[in-house]
């Protein structure tokens, strides 16, 4: 990554573009079904974008679902239990994933390399089953009947509802790019440029005055927050949670969603990734479900021997191809 | 007694099971230097094999479990031979993800063909026996013996034979392993499919025990690497004590705590890598 | 009083000793070798200083200040900076990005005016920028500014990871094997340079080398390591002629 020819113009405009087209999707495709799905891509994007931004430091994380539950769970216990609004319960879920990510991650971050990968992985299983065990977390059966998102009045002009997938979008998509914007920037900051160094010579770095450490649990934390968000917000759109859906076979399903969006640009690879996917994903679902498993794994294999980098290093490739030839 | 010696039993058998599988795992990381995840569907893969060839075909259930073996093992070459051996030189990374996907492929290709429906074969050895004051089942004593043989065999194998040499010296070091003449290629390609094999066979005689279904596979290997990196990677004796320790730990506690049981065998790896990153038995390791 | 004191330091290491109460004063502005045969400890002394392991017994003071204990970030702001053998780089960072990042240390950045990109923010980004570019001028990079740093001359790449370690503007430099793997006149460019640091920026330079006529002809004194225990220490005429030294460096190739 070259730190002296950003161009900043490029991606304001990038952001603006994909910031129109975004808060026009819905308005192009209306049907419902269709706008579910969005949501989806959306929900895929931020896990997909943070975790890129945790790749920055040299950690494979094989448990960012494990933060969508905790905030799922965050949002949803403080709702019917304490009566907490669900728009409260965005920030309360955020918060709380971000809590834990401290707490494991002064601890576990000090590991290097695949060890911490399985450390993670580790973690969120013990997390899934902490959630369907436990009764307070409303076990197998997960938790039903959470509250939707109360509708807010605009005075003078009538109230906005929030029961249908139209309106729920727009949640979500202020989540997206508060989240995209966030990470984008810390990714092109001094910070995102010392995230960089520590996977290529930790050593060097902490000799040259920088506490890997402290680095480290910043771009964690920073993932895990948004992460938690949007998970708070699926309880409350969908209404309900289970815990089979944080499976580790989804977070695997982020990594590759990530991996296919490519690791280039932490914001832009991770909204590539996750809509993209999520889109065949759906497509295929209406076709017949099992192809779904199959084409996670096929897209995978394919994209490690044939993009490794992903799919925004396509211009690149195409230009180091046409050199060759 | 009965319940104790039972309770004893059926640890010694997801003792053994896990074993089986850490062995091949442990193997293939020492001496391809790769974490197989796809291990794990192999294993099932064997076990559905049988299940189709000896269940739903009515064939002999001890030739269906060769046959499993010889099919499981080819798919553990190809494995080899198409992305593990060319990914060799990669960032980790890279190879990882491509054996996820392998292994999502392969979980797919098997819900596909059975549906995802848990299934099982039905006990082959029935009957039971009594035994040190206990009434155990003949099956589940057989699965602990057989699995007891094999491990003896692969470890047996490793320690005494020239082939077994070959392995421990290309595990110690590739590159010198190279110069001596030693056919790295055709190691690789022996181990895995042996590993594979051994997979296969631990799924076949486990199938008469449990059911099945398509996505067990990514829950066992996971396991498989727990013990594995508990013990230590890359050590057989490792895997073999760390295998008894989780199995052991996991039984009881499902038995008495239930399922949230398994936490500890999680909280025992995180306690290892924290605390011992070699493992119980293993040696110093870098990792990139 | 010595700018870095080494007092009795002892580091057991799985039940080997990897050094046994080595004792040696470092004087401001001056240039120490420290030698002795492979495996006797060098490094590991480097790495006891530098923070990245604790001495099992010892203090290392550093104007007068125990630094014990301490990480190696900490110890690199007290006034110690060290480089390791090879190359100390980031390799695919380009050249002007690895300077830009040694840089860390200069007014350092607080997380809000980073992710505000504020007015103060983008100054210092500026700053460091124009120093880094007139680091690189200085070592005749700036044409490579933009190549990733494992992808220049292995001279080059060493020469970089020294002007890193200088921008953490630290009073002592811990070089370990500067010269290695470079050419004879490499390794004369390097020597002019080492000089050039302690006399122009007044800097302490203590450095681990094999290359014996480096080490004889740049530094004021020699410190002699072997088996993990000083042996010998003094100026380069008497070192070279001190028998235990002599016997220590026997049937290797070395002096």
């Not at chain 1, 402290?214 to 949670?241: D, E, N, P, Q």
């Not at chain 2, 060839?53 to 030739?63: E, I, P, Q, R, V």
């Amino acid at each position: 990554m070259n730190f002296t020819k950003r161009n900043p113009i490029d991606s304001r405009l990038i952001f603006l573009g994909l910031f129109i087209v975004l808060v026009l999707l819905p308005v192009l495709f209306p049907n419902p079904a269709r706008v579910g799905m969005f949501i989806s891509c959306g929900v895929a994007s931020v896990l997909a974008m943070g975790w890129l931004l945790i790749l920055r430091i040299g950690c494979l994380s094989l448990g960012q679902v494990a933060f969508l539950a905790i905030g799922g769970y965050t949002s949803a216990i403080l709702s019917q239990k304490l009566g907490i609004s669900p728009w409260f319960g965005l920030l309360f879920g955020g918060i709380s994933a971000g809590l834990i990510a401290l707490g494991i991650g002064l601890i576990f971050l000090r590991i290097r390399g695949l060890y911490l990968a399985i450390i993670t992985f580790a973690f969120a299983e013990i997390v899934r089953l902490v959630f369907s065990t436990l009764e307070f977390f409303g076990g197998h059966g997960g938790i039903l009947e959470i509250p939707k998102y109360p509708p807010i009045s605009l005075l003078g002009r009538g109230t906005v509802r929030f029961d249908s997938p139209f309106s729920c979008y727009y949640i979500l998509i202020t989540i997206v790019l508060i989240s995209g914007i966030f990470m984008w920037r810390m990714d092109h900051s001094a910070l995102g440029r010392t995230f960089r160094s520590l996977p290529q010579n930790e050593d060097l770095a902490e000799s040259l005055g920088i506490h890997p450490l402290r680095y480290k649990v910043i771009s964690f934390i920073t993932a895990c927050f948004f992460a938690g968000m949007v998970g708070a917000f699926t309880a409350h759109y969908y209404g309900c949670l289970y815990p089979g859906s944080y499976s580790p076979m989804h977070s695997v399903i982020v990594q590759i969603q990530a991996t296919v969006g490519g690791a280039a640009s932490v914001a832009f690879g991770g909204l590539l990734g996750g809509f993209l996917m999520v889109m065949v994903e759906t497509f295929l679902l209406n076709v017949d479900s099992r192809w779904v498993l199959i084409f996670y794994g096929a897209v995978i294999i394919l994209i490690t021997f044939v993009l490794p980098e992903g799919l925004l290093s396509l211009p690149q490739e195409i230009k180091k191809f046409r050199q060759k030839t | 007694m009965t319940d104790l010696m039972q309770l004893f039993l059926n640890c010694l058998v997801l003792s053994a099971n896990y074993i089986l599988l850490a062995l091949g795992l442990t193997l293939i990381f020492g001496i391809l230097r790769a974490l197989n995840f796809a291990h794990g569907v192999l294993y099932i893969t064997g076990a559905y094999v049988v299940y189709a060839l000896a269940k739903l075909m009515g064939m002999n259930y001890f030739l269906a479990t060769f046959i499993a073996m010889i099919i499981v093992g080819g798919l553990g070459l190809l494995i080899e031979a198409s992305i593990l051996y060319p990914l060799a030189d990669r960032v980790k990374v890279a190879a990882l993800g491509a054996i996820l996907g392998v292994s999502m492929v392969l979980e797919g290709v098997l819900a596909f063909i059975f549906e995802g429906e848990d299934v099982t074969i039905g006990s082959f050895f029935t009957g039971t026996v009594s035994m040190v004051g206990a009434t155990l089942s003949v099956e589940r004593i057989m699965v602990v013996v057989l699995c007891g043989l094999i491990m003896v065999g692969v470890y047996g194998w490793i320690q005494k034979t020239k082939q077994g040499m070959a392995i421990r010296a290309l595990a110690e070091n590739p590159r010198v392993a190279n110069l001596q003449g030693i056919n790295t290629r055709l190691i690789r390609f022996l181990v895995m499919t042996m590993a594979s094999v051994v997979a296969a066979f631990a799924g076949a005689i486990v199938t008469p025990l449990f059911y099945i279904n398509p996505f067990m596979g990514g829950h066992v290997v996971f396991k498989a690497l727990l013990i594995v990196a508990v013990g230590g990677m890359g050590s057989i004796e490792g895997s073999i004590l760390a295998g008894l320790l989780i199995g052991f730990v996991e039984c009881i506690g499902v038995t008495y705590l239930g399922p949230i049981a398994e936490v500890i065998s999680f909280l025992m790896v995180i306690a290892i890598f924290l605390f011992r990153p070699r493992g119980l038995l293993g040696v110093e390791y870098e990792f990139h | 009083m010595a700018i870095l004191e080494i007092k009795e330091v002892t580091h057991n290491f799985k039940g080997l000793t990897a050094l046994f109460q080595i004792d040696i004063e470092v004087q401001e502005g001056e240039i120490l070798g420290i030698i002795g045969p492979n495996g006797a400890g060098k490094t590991t002394l480097f790495n006891n200083i530098s923070g990245f392991i604790k001495p099992t017994k010892g203090e290392i003071l550093f104007r007068g200040e125990n630094i014990v204990g301490l990480r190696p970030d900490v110890i690199v702001r007290k006034g110690v900076v060290r480089s390791f053998q090879g190359t100390s780089l980031f390799p695919a960072v380009s050249c002007l990005g690895n300077i830009i990042i040694a840089h860390h240390l200069y007014k350092e950045f607080g997380f809000w005016e980073t992710m505000l990109n504020t007015k103060s923010y983008l100054t210092r980004e500026q700053e460091v920028r124009e120093k880094s570019l007139a680091i690189l001028e200085t070592l005749n990079l700036a044409d490579k500014k933009d190549v990733a740093a494992r992808d220049i001359p292995y001279g080059y790449q060493k020469m970089l990871g020294i002007a890193m370690a200088l921008t953490t503007d630290a009073q002592v430099l811990l070089l370990d094997e500067p010269v290695a793997g470079m050419t004879p006149q490499e390794a004369l460019a390097m020597t002019e340079e080492i000089r050039r640091i302690r006399s122009g920026l007044g800097k302490t330079i203590v450095l681990v080398e094999h290359n014996m006529k480096t080490v004889m002809g740049v530094c004021d004194r020699i410190v002699v390591i072997h088996h993990g225990e000083k042996i010998a220490e003094g100026e380069p005429e008497v070192i070279k002629k001190d028998p235990q030294v002599i016997e220590a460096y026997l049937g290797t190739d070395e002096i």
